[in-house]
DNA sequence: TTTTAGCACTCATATATTGACAATGCTAAC
DNA sequence: GTTAGCATTGTCAATATATGAGTGCTAAAA
């Protein structure tokens, strides 16, 4: 279908644009291809043809269509080698020993989303399948307690709890041991019915001002269930691209990345480093999403950047592919 | 200097600015002035010559200027009462007994961002002022532990360090109760120095492998101490006012809201709730900032709005109000 | 003395006009 | 298959033109 210098004039013309972010012109890729504009143009109206190339108006340079970044992504262009100074900054996060890997991953996509000017989401690592590890309660006051649970992947969460000063430091103390004893090895999201069908009537047994404390402590719990976990970093980055040069149109993306759903949106079924140009994705048209699936001892997640379609493709891939890497799947 | 009419004027063009955010016309009061529009155009004529408003264009109605909105806000303006929806919504908050004071706080602000479509920033609490009330470590695996650290004001701060799997539990148990015994009480940003010269050479003496040990906490403690603790909210609500309208103002915008000392400029030393209209304040010459000092159990920081300086100050001050009232000064 | 009607004036906004420029498409010659 | 040349097309910026909303001012009315 195309011909070597077609796809040579396509590769030039794309990375150009991702440069530039300026239509293309024959004249400028004279020297290069080492021939005349008019050489140039003809071939240019053949990828048009294809579908390839867009014009913004008759007499434009060209731009790469959705078609064209398409095909560059799928058949032109290379995996890059990460770039040392992208090495570098990555490779601090991961050698850290004192980060757990999950807050790696969030440190690591905030310095892509900074390294790239793209906005970087992570997603998910669901906490539904955390198990409850331990649950810790330390008096603040005579009636101001700090709850904390901590999770086998390593989530803590906490909460202020107030009580009624009539009730004594040893009838908490008790309590937590028996929550203790009965919720270790839950998961998250199972704590609400274990604390309401098992750990309510044991507490009524043994603690005298049961109701108050049972309240306390589910409410807190609930509480936890709920998180979200989502992170967005950059989001400022991606207003500074040259295609978001309209109050309007950086309104409506600002929208975008608060509203839960189009987050949501972003997860990732497949494995491997997908991209999704333009219409391919449902966040945005103007954008490309790419993202990738990862998985952490049990839990899932997905990791995303979001830029222009004009993304620096080649780049993000070996980014992303680096973290991929460090983290196993 | 200004006679009756005049102040009723003024008020009605800066309340009518406030909700329409154009210029005001001579005509559009005739009615609710009972007069002509050229009376009323006298008078403006007047109070441009005073300073409190400005045209646009020599022939465009008049806008208030910054010295218009401050005699408004100083002299005009009554202390609103809250509103009942805007009352009910932060009244939730604050009789939900699960939340700390300080998460009230950013919650509660987090909320009046929303109903205003101001953009809200909580700073300060300086958490140099907290101790240690207790230091917990929960193994997650042989090699995989959580340090947790708790303070007397409901601070709480975890990471999650990786030791070598020859390092036995019960050396961390040992080195833990050690810790605990030794720096318990000690204020956070004095901790690093009390490991290194009161607690290192006590581990030295009763743990074995004493040097990763101490490693590991002192990097997990000294972690704490940096904590930022700015909490800007809503950015994307005031982009949404129709003065920025315009990408490069927007970036602008942007841009100082992710600026440390930016941020840190909207430091307040006063007592009560004050105001600083267009260049009164460091931050933008277009926007106004509100805010006020709180102190929550030794604890000070600030709270502070960012709007437009067409703002709704009666309600925003009613707001402000409210949360101080709910916290004690 | 205050208010108002009336009119000239000003400026924003919208729309059209123009010329310079940067591309392209096409054709004919190489 | 390549290229030179030229007409064509559309952007951009500058300029013109019309419209309308608003003002300032003045002279008359209250």
Same mark, same amino acid.
């Given at each position: 279908m195309m011909n070597d210098r077609q796809i040579e004039l396509l590769k030039l013309i794309i990375e150009d644009y991702i440069k530039t972010a300026r *239509?293309?012109?024959?004249?400028?890729?004279?020297e290069i291809m080492n021939c005349s504009s008019a050489t140039i143009r003809n071939e240019m109206a053949i990828l048009e043809d294809y579908g390839y190339l867009e014009k913004t108006h008759t007499s434009?340079?060209?731009? *790469?269509?959705?078609?064209?970044y398409r095909y560059y992504v799928d058949y032109i262009m290379k995996p890059k080698e990460m770039n040392g100074e992208d090495m570098l900054k990555l490779q601090t996060?991961?050698?850290?020993?004192?980060?757990a890997l999950n807050d790696a991953i969030i440190r690591s996509m905030e310095i892509i989303s900074e390294l790239t000017s793209y906005t970087s989401i992570v997603l998910g690592s669901s906490s539904k399948e955390n198990k409850v590890t331990k649950v810790e309660v330390v008096p603040l006051s005579d009636f101001h307690f700090i709850t904390i649970v901590v999770t086998?992947?390593?989530?803590?969460?906490?909460?202020?709890?107030?009580l009624p000063d009539t009730i004594s430091v040893e009838e908490v103390r008790q309590t937590v041991?028996?929550?203790?004893?009965?919720i270790i090895g839950t998961p998250i999201d199972e704590v609400s019915s274990k604390l309401e069908f098992e750990v309510k009537p044991v507490i009524a047994k043994y603690v005298k001002q049961h109701e108050v404390l049972y309240n306390a402590f589910y409410s807190?719990?609930?509480?936890?269930?709920?998180?979200?976990?989502?992170r967005v970093t950059g989001t400022k980055n991606i207003l500074m691209q040259p295609e978001f040069d309209d109050a309007s149109k950086i309104r409506e993306i600002m929208n975008k990345f608060e509203d839960q759903s189009m987050i949501n949106s972003i997860k990732e079924e497949d494995n491997g480093i997908n991209i999704y140009i333009g219409s391919e994705n449902e966040f945005d048209d103007d954008v490309t999403v790419i993202k990738t699936k990862y998985s952490l001892?049990?839990?899932?997640?997905?990791?995303?950047?979001?830029?222009p379609k004009r993304m620096e493709y080649d780049r993000v891939i070996a980014l992303l592919d680096y973290i991929k890497q460090n983290i196993g799947i």
């Open positions: *239509p293309v012109s024959s004249k400028s890729l004279c434009s340079g060209r731009v *790469p269509s959705e078609k064209g996060i991961f050698h850290n020993q004192s980060l086998d992947k390593g989530h803590v969460e906490h909460r202020t709890m107030n041991e028996l929550i203790n004893k009965l807190a719990f609930s509480d936890f269930t709920k998180e979200a976990n989502i001892g049990g839990e899932e997640g997905t990791i995303a950047l979001i830029g």
